[in-house]
């Protein structure tokens, strides 16, 4: 069987854009993961498409991965097919205030030409560590800004492998949520409308945000970004500070000490190590404040459950 389902991955990509056993620690933020079953790299929305429909005929999980910024994969790895929508998928058209982004861009990529092209609107997306795809999917917000207030059309890949295209309304941008995360589509193309503004004052606002970042955010670590989702009224990494956690680990999970916000990776850490720590953080802001926190870290794979 395996032998068959790599022939047909090799059909529509080149062999060595199949591999098979790779490590997820390679294609996390994180740099923690066992091995996925195959993980073959796409490059175009045709490629796409019919590997999806391979996936299905051979009753095979898959998971659509751009640069894995903020995800947690089990030490297990994940039993199924990881489609790359990163390297291979990053084309940018600028035409006056309008970008046509490929899925696999990195916003920073993004942000870099925005401002290149004396755009506004994108300085609160230029040191989020994730792709375009991924940002839409989740509705990546920072510094005030999110991704719902820039995208006018999102091209997607539906459930019955059909390409549709949504306005920015009809996608249903919620707080770290979308129709596409809640349906389960595949983010291919976004349309994004910024603003003419002055060169010298983007760089400002962008360069302002990054020294926050630096000063604030725990970037010397590996991280999947914000572990836990902003509970209403409060601060997750407030609540986690208050609950006297800064500095806990478990292994080389680690609260970060700059930023409780931030699950870090100080060495070795596995799935396992961050998923105990997720869950004692929970226990204990629950206990001493009757707030439940939400993980925005998303997980794949098989994890053990000491709930």
């Known amino acids: 069987m395996s032998d068959r389902i790599r022939r047909r991955f090799c059909e529509i990509v080149a062999e060595d854009?199949?591999?098979?056993?790779?490590?997820?620690?390679?294609?996390?933020?994180?740099?923690?993961?066992?091995?996925?079953?195959?993980?073959?790299?796409?490059?175009?929305?045709d490629e796409v498409k019919v590997a999806v429909r391979i996936c299905q005929e051979e009753n095979l999980p898959w998971f659509v991965l751009g640069r894995g910024s903020n995800l947690l994969v089990s030490d297990q790895g994940y039993r199924g097919v990881i489609l790359s929508i990163y390297k291979g998928f990053q084309k940018v058209e600028i035409d006056g205030e309008i970008l046509t982004?490929?899925?696999?861009?990195?916003?920073?990529?993004?942000?870099g030409k925005a401002l290149d092209a004396s755009l506004a609107g994108m300085e609160f997306a230029s040191g989020i560590p994730g792709t375009v795809?991924?940002?839409?999917?989740?509705?990546?917000?920072?510094?005030?800004?999110?991704?719902?207030?820039?995208?006018r059309q999102v091209t997607v890949l539906d459930q019955e492998g059909i390409v549709r295209t949504l306005t920015g309304e009809e996608m249903q941008f919620g707080y770290r949520t979308s129709l596409a995360?809640?349906?389960?589509?595949?983010?291919?193309?976004?349309?994004l409308e910024l603003q003419h503004g002055q060169k010298e004052e983007?760089?400002?606002?962008?360069?302002?945000?990054?020294?926050?970042?630096?000063?604030?955010?725990?970037?010397?670590?590996?991280?999947?970004?914000?572990?836990?989702?902003?509970?209403?009224?409060?601060?997750?990494?407030?609540l986690i500070m208050d609950a006297g956690l800064r500095g806990a680990h478990v292994g080389d999970a680690q609260v970060s000490e700059k930023h409780c916000g931030f699950v870090v990776n100080t060495g070795h850490a596995t799935a396992a190590d961050v998923r105990e720590l997720m869950r004692q953080i929970q226990e204990k802001v629950q206990e001493q404040f009757g707030v439940r926190l939400e993980p925005e870290v998303r997980f794949l794979g098989e994890f053990e459950s000491k709930e």
């Open 17 to 45: 854009r199949v591999l098979e056993q790779e490590p997820r620690a390679r294609h996390t933020t994180f740099r923690i993961g066992g091995p996925a079953d195959y993980f073959v790299e796409l490059e175009s929305i």
């Open 181 to 191: 995360k809640k349906k389960g589509y595949i983010v291919l193309e976004t349309v």
């Open 133 to 151: 795809g991924g940002a839409v999917v989740m509705n990546a917000g920072a510094y005030g800004g999110e991704m719902k207030d820039i995208v």
């Open 202 to 238: 983007i760089r400002e606002r962008m360069q302002g945000l990054k020294a926050k970042r630096i000063a604030k955010q725990p970037l010397e670590y590996p991280s999947a970004g914000s572990t836990f989702k902003r509970p209403e009224g409060y601060f997750a990494g407030k």
């Open 101 to 111: 982004v490929q899925a696999g861009t990195l916003l920073t990529t993004l942000s």
